[in-house]
């Protein structure tokens, strides 16, 4: 049997894409098609409901081959737990899903620095404005944005990250083929275009209310941090940042008027210790320290680039006296220079040049530029 129908037998298996006892099977025996061979007294004995039992040795065979027709489409995949293309941050959360359906033409950005950015479906209008300016900001200085794809703050969101190099990941509560809100249409048009959707649901799966917690703690379990833009006091977006609280990622909150029911649940999360972003550049101090854990895991020997242009910088050294980065000043110059063509002349991927990139301006070296550009500045800004 195929891998990938190994795989797709499991996931029509599964009572929900995060079955716990089911990846619990998985680890205990490692190869999947041990697990599918397994008797089914042994499937029971182990946790299985009979139903999955019955499911791993009967597979619904139509339904797999709905999947495989929606898998056929360009730019659609599985990216299943045990790829190399699987996001290494979302490994770390006591549940990831077994599998991720994909669409779009940046599947690389599931390993790339991300941010999530939630909030409120029924923003005001400066709530919308400073999310998607937030979001172009931080997409230009190599972020990719994350969120929910719903309407108000997500989309924002989601419009700011597409007009930088940083690009944007949309986390379904549904089938990647079934799109909620549908007055999204355009917006999730273009984030297949430039960006990626994502969801642990297999297409033809309905946006049940269920549905969104799950994804949520999928926004959260990729993201590097989370930043809360505006938020009522029972907002499923503080969800989300407790998600990211108990992954161990940073919460940021944008503050706002006492006066403003939607400004409520950030001030809340202030309080318990989320971090206060006033301007988008609040977001970047925090961060670096933990884009360099992101990036750790993507190193291994088959790599292209030398170990000494991805070691992180040297406590307290001088960022110009490491290799790397003393490599990747030369190569950008003080002509303005995109991230692709840095990749060329660097042999570092685009995840590892915007972590660079990101403590190099924040020591005032270079200079991000719009469109996504990078300068190096002659000398450090005061």
């Known amino acids: ?14 009572t929900t894409p995060r079955s ?7 680890d205990r025996h490692g190869a999947l098609s041990d697990v599918v061979g397994l008797p089914r007294s042994e499937l029971v004995a182990a946790g299985l409901s009979k139903r999955q039992a019955e499911r791993l040795k009967d597979p619904d065979r139509r339904r797999m081959d709905q999947w495989r027709h929606w898998l056929g489409q360009p730019g659609r995949r599985l990216i299943t737990r045990d790829s190399s293309d699987y996001p290494a941050m979302l490994k770390e959360i006591p549940d990831p899903p077994l599998a991720l359906w994909v669409e779009g033409a940046r599947s690389d950005l599931l390993n790339s620095p991300q941010l999530a950015m939630v909030g409120s479906r029924k923003p005001t209008a400066n709530g919308r404005e400073t999310a998607q300016q937030f979001g172009r900001y931080l997409s230009e200085r190599g972020l ?9 703050i997500d989309g924002a969101s989601h419009r700011g990250g597409l007009q930088g190099c940083g690009s944007t990941v949309a986390v ?10 549908r007055s999204h249409g355009r917006l999730a048009a273009e984030i297949i275009d430039k960006g990626l959707i994502v969801s642990e649901f297999p297409p033809g799966t309905a946006p049940l209310a269920a549905h969104f917690p799950q994804r949520n703690r999928i926004i959260a379990g990729m993201s590097a941090g989370t930043l809360v833009v505006e938020a009522a006091r029972r907002s499923g977006s503080l969800i989300t940042a407790r998600l990211a609280g108990n992954f161990g990622r940073e919460v940021f909150a944008i503050p706002g008027s006492i006066h403003n029911p939607m400004a409520k649940g950030c001030h809340r999360l202030i309080r318990e210790g989320a971090k206060l972003v006033e301007e988008a550049a609040d977001v970047l101090v925090e961060l670096p320290p933990l884009l360099e854990l992101v990036l750790e895991p993507a190193a ?3 790599d292209t680039a030398t170990d000494a242009q991805r070691e992180s910088p ?13 490599k990747l000043l030369a190569a950008l110059g003080f002509d303005p220079c995109g991230i ?17 990139l990101l403590l190099l301006e924040m020591e005032g070296l270079v200079e991000a530029l719009p469109g996504g550009r990078y300068c190096r500045l002659s000398k450090r800004t005061p």
């Open 1 to 14: 049997m195929m891998k990938l129908d190994v795989w797709l037998t499991v996931l029509q298996s599964a």
């Open 20 to 26: 716990q006892r089911l990846s619990a099977l998985i």
């Open 144 to 152: 990719t944005i994350v969120s929910g794809l719903a309407t108000g």
């Open 172 to 181: 379904l509560g549904s089938g990647p083929d079934v799109l909620f809100p």
């Open 300 to 302: 291994s020997p088959a």
């Open 314 to 326: 040297d406590e307290g050294a001088p960022l110009t006296s490491q290799p790397g980065y003393a």
């Open 340 to 356: 692709s063509d840095l990749a060329r002349r660097t042999g570092l991927t685009a995840a590892e040049l915007s972590s660079m």
